[in-house]
């Protein structure tokens, strides 16, 4: 079971352990009779098609090609549920609470609920027929209604629970394809027509090299102005991108979790200055963290927080879903100068590995990467009860070189898009 898939899977098993339970409890009343050894098979035998008919309505995803036929299956749990009486008396009295949790996971809202208190009703009538005392008459409706309650209400909250899984994956998917959306929205506006008009103006001066020597080296003296606005465009377009600080793309994560229903605490100080580099770095950590933590967990706390203790930083990112992120194993580190693909353990028990290889996604591989060329390492395992993303990034010793230089050489701001 992957810790993806936890919380469905959990709500689902209590669910059938439920159910499972109160079959159980209707076979000890049907030992406790002294049944005959062929009326107790009989006994057992209605009973496994009962709970599998039970499961069915409560997990209709388990045969989703039976779903057509969910009434008639209905109908059969509904003569299965009264016919036994006949032979099996009073031990037969906890099977009518099944037929109405059925009755209002299968009918619609109106006919499901009458068709429950109709069930409900007959539990007295049925007492007593099968010489049940009446003195427990009460006692035996309210199980009946209980038990439909109880039966129906997990079914419900496993249905709830699956669906919150599947929408919560479904933001993550949106808001990366919405980010890659974006950037390639910007590219394309910035890039389209200067490419567009470079192809047409070489072609043209292609045909009149030879013709028109003169008005070929204009155009040619175009196209290289052309050529230098669409690189400057693509570097504007970069420090656009890179240009976010830790502080307030962590108060963004903040409120976009929040509004997702889970807490989240930041803990940067204000006013900290980090060179232009170290800084769009640890936004992308930063990314990459919080959309791994929403598509493989189901962590209800998030803590972000940054310390400053030259010549390091580190930025942090925990929470309590213990899921891990893909391509780095639990408790393990990786890049970092000084390492040549041999691992070695630190003091605070993590186990270094510069190798940037295996099954990860490129967002880890680029962070990874990124964080070793800056003198950093990324690691990632359980702590503190939950799963702890650490990043520390080593500070330059002299001054960061300015925006309009560094960005010459950096790297492609795709590179800072949370995508796993």
Not at 261 to 285: R, S
Not at 366 to 388: F, I, M, P, V
Not at 394 to 418: G, I, K, V
Request: hydrophobic share 45%; net charge negative.
């Amino acid at each position: 079971m992957g810790l993806a898939n936890f919380a469905p899977r959990t709500a689902q098993v209590i669910t059938g352990v439920v159910i499972v339970g109160f079959f159980l409890i209707a076979l000890s009343y049907a030992v406790s009779n002294r049944l005959s050894a062929i009326g107790l098979l009989g006994f057992v035998i209605i009973l496994s098609v009962l709970l599998a008919l039970q499961t069915l309505h409560s997990f209709p995803a388990i045969a989703p090609r039976l779903a057509p036929y969910r009434r008639e299956s209905l109908a059969l749990q509904a003569v299965l549920t009264y016919v036994p009486f006949f032979f099996y008396g009073d031990a037969w009295l906890g099977m009518p609470g099944f037929l109405a949790s059925s009755a209002l996971l299968v009918l619609p809202a109106a006919a499901g609920w009458t068709v429950f208190g109709l069930v409900v009703a007959a539990a007295a009538p049925v007492q007593l027929l099968v010489g049940y005392p009446v003195g427990d008459m009460l006692y035996n409706i309210v199980a009946v209604a209980l038990t439909a309650a109880i039966v129906t209400g997990l079914s419900r909250m496993s249905d709830l629970v699956s669906e919150l899984h599947l929408a919560r994956i479904e933001l993550a998917r949106v808001a990366v394809m919405q980010e890659r959306l974006r950037f390639a929205r910007d590219l394309h506006d910035l890039l389209g027509y200067s490419i567009s008009t470079v192809t047409l103006k070489c072609e043209f001066a292609h045909r009149i090299v030879t013709s028109q020597p003169d008005r070929a080296q204009h155009e040619l003296e175009e196209i290289l102005q052309i050529s230098r606005q669409a690189l400057s465009d693509v570097r504007t377009l970069a420090s656009n991108y890179r240009s976010k600080t830790v502080l307030p793309e962590a108060l963004a994560v903040q409120s976009m979790l929040t509004s997702v229903g889970i807490d989240a605490e930041v803990d940067i100080p204000d006013g900290l200055q980090l060179p232009t580099e170290v800084d769009a770095t640890l936004v992308a950590v930063l990314r990459e963290g919080v959309t791994n933590m929403l598509r493989h967990s189901k962590a209800g706390h998030c803590r972000i927080a940054l310390r400053l203790a030259p010549p390091m930083v580190t930025l942090t990112l925990w929470n309590d879903g213990a899921a891990a992120l893909p391509g780095i194993p639990p408790s393990v580190e990786r890049g970092g100068r000084g390492h040549h693909g041999h691992g070695h353990k630190h003091e605070d028990g993590h186990v270094s590995d510069s190798g940037s290889g295996g099954p990860g996604g490129s967002g880890i591989v680029n962070l990874t990467q990124r964080l070793s060329e800056l003198g950093g390492s990324l690691s990632a395992g359980t702590a503190d009860d939950g799963y702890l993303l650490r990043a520390v990034v080593e500070l330059p010793s002299e001054p960061a070189a300015p925006a309009a230089e560094s960005e010459a050489e950096s790297t492609p701001a795709s590179a800072d898009l949370a995508v796993c």
